[in-house]
Structures are given as structure tokens and as C-alpha cells.
């Protein structure tokens, strides 16, 4: 995706740098034949935020999670966007990914100030399936969304206008809560507004008190043994992976991302480290006698 991961909003400075969950490598998208005790099961792909608690999931519900907004059923372009007889998945045969930003505003559907919920892009979006076609368009149709923002998304948070940042959603199987499942602890930072491209992949840039607040969410996880990776965030990409992703488009305006280990020494000792003879980082007390070898 182009846009930044949305985890962190730089327009937001009251948000602090974040600690997820990555359940990505027993990922088997949209397979009848998957099983629950196995793997997560992503059951749709949206390209934005699709306010799913706030869906009728009495509307043509089905085991996948996936299921109309009550504004969907009336909307004069459905036929032309979504499929309503299957639980208002996308039809990128009419309305190609790339050319969902424009479709949508040339109908009226943007976040704009007052714009009511029923008519907003959260309450009209549709969702893709995971096959490879659906992910490329699901790609396309987030990233014409992030290039299209000035005029798609604008709203107030408490009591500060943002603008749109970058997100998507996915329904996911119960099991997703299931700690086996969970393959990594994710560490997503600001933005930088110091380094190359707003690189975001230094902790030494983070303020201590954000610091701070990062050790002891990590150390309130630490049981888990989990590995921890960082999402490192760049702005801009290089010519050609640009044609092959983005097709070629806004190159320099867009953040490419990439999974990286980093090793951290904290204030109290306490570290990101790889143990001896391990090749993953994971977080470890001051006491645990990993820190010592840690890069700082």
C-alpha cells in the first residue's frame, strides 16, 4: 500500500508508538477447506475502514464474515459497485480498484465535513476476496484512495481536523485471539521528520517518555517469548519496484515497507536482542543476561 500504516497518524500527536500482533506466516485466505484450529482465516479484504461493528450482520450474513451496511442495499450505483446478492463483495469487473477514489466521488461518496454516516466511504465500501486477483485489487483500490485523499477524506478528532492516512480492514476468524496463532510483536514509530524518506526504523529518535511507555508494553508481553520486528517505513520507492506495484505512479508520495529486527538497549537495561545462536530479535529483561551483547 502506499499509504503509511496507520497504526501511528502523524497528524495525531497524541499517539505514541505502537505494539501489534503479526499473524501472518499460517495466513490461508479465503479457503473453504481451511482448518480453524490450523491457521487465521482472513474471510474479507476491505480497502478502508468498513465499520464493521456497526454492520447489520443480519443482512445476508454468511460464514465468512462478510455482510451489507444497511445503506448498501439502496445505493443507486450498487449494481455497478458491489454485488448485493453476495454480501456486497466488489465488482472490479465494473469498478476497477485503480478507479475506485474517482468513482466513488463522482457519486457523492466521500468523508468530507458533513456528510452524513449512511452516504460516508466507510458505509458504502465493499470488500474483496483473498485471491490473487482480489489482493491486486484491493492494493490498487487502497492506494487510489490514499493518492485521491485530499478530496476524499477530511473529519475532526477531538477536535482537530486529520486527514486520511492510510488503512484497510479484514474479517478474521475467532481464533485470531488464540496466542498460538500469533507469529511476531510488531513495533510500528512515528514517522520521522528528521531522517531520509521520514525512515522510522531508529528507536534512539523516539522522545523518552514514548520510550518509555514502548519498554513497558513490550515487558507486559515478554512471557510470550514472541519475536519482535519493526515495521520500517520509507517514503518513496524505487523506478522500477514502483511500476511493479504502483504502476508507476506517485513514487516519491508513497511509503514502501519492510519487516526489519532491530537490536535496542533500554534506560533500565532491559533490551530487543537476539539470544545466543537465535536469529530473531525478541525483548528480554536487564536481568535475563542477553543485554549485554545488544547494538546500541
Known sequence: MQAPNCIYHQERPYVKARVAFLIGSKFEPHSLKSNLQDKVDCRAYYPVDAWSSS??????????GTSCYKSQLSAE??????????????????????DLANYLFDHGVTNLPKKKDDGTINSRICWNPGTPRG????????????????QMFLWSHNNDTVQYSGWTECSASPNAEDKNMIDAIIIELPLSEQRDGKNNSDLEDLEDDMLLDLKETLQGFA???????????TRGMK??????????????????????????????GSCLAKAKGEDE????????????????
Do not use: M
Open 223 to 233: 512471557h510470550l517469548n514472541f519475536p519482535v520486528l519493526l515495521l520500517k517505513q
Open 135 to 150: 489482493i491486486r485489487e484491493l492494493i490498487a483500490a487502497s492506494n487510489s484512495l490514499y493518492l485521491e485523499r485530499e
Open 77 to 98: 450505483f450498487a449494481a455497478e459497485l458491489y454485488n448485493v446478492t453476495n454480501r456486497c463483495s466488489c465488482d472490479y469487473n465494473q469498478v476497477a480498484g485503480r
Open 281 to 296: 530479535v525478541r525483548f528480554h529483561d536487564s536481568n535475563s543476561g542477553y543485554c549485554r551483547g545488544a547494538n546500541y
Open 55 to 64: 454492520r447489520d450482520h443480519a443482512f445476508l450474513d454468511n460464514i465468512w
Open 239 to 268: 523506478e522500477r519496484e514502483c511500476a511493479l506495484l504502483w504502476e508507476g505512479k506517485a513514487c516519491d508520495e508513497g511509503y514502501s515497507k519492510e519487516f526489519v529486527s532491530v537490536e535496542f538497549i533500554f534506560n533500565d
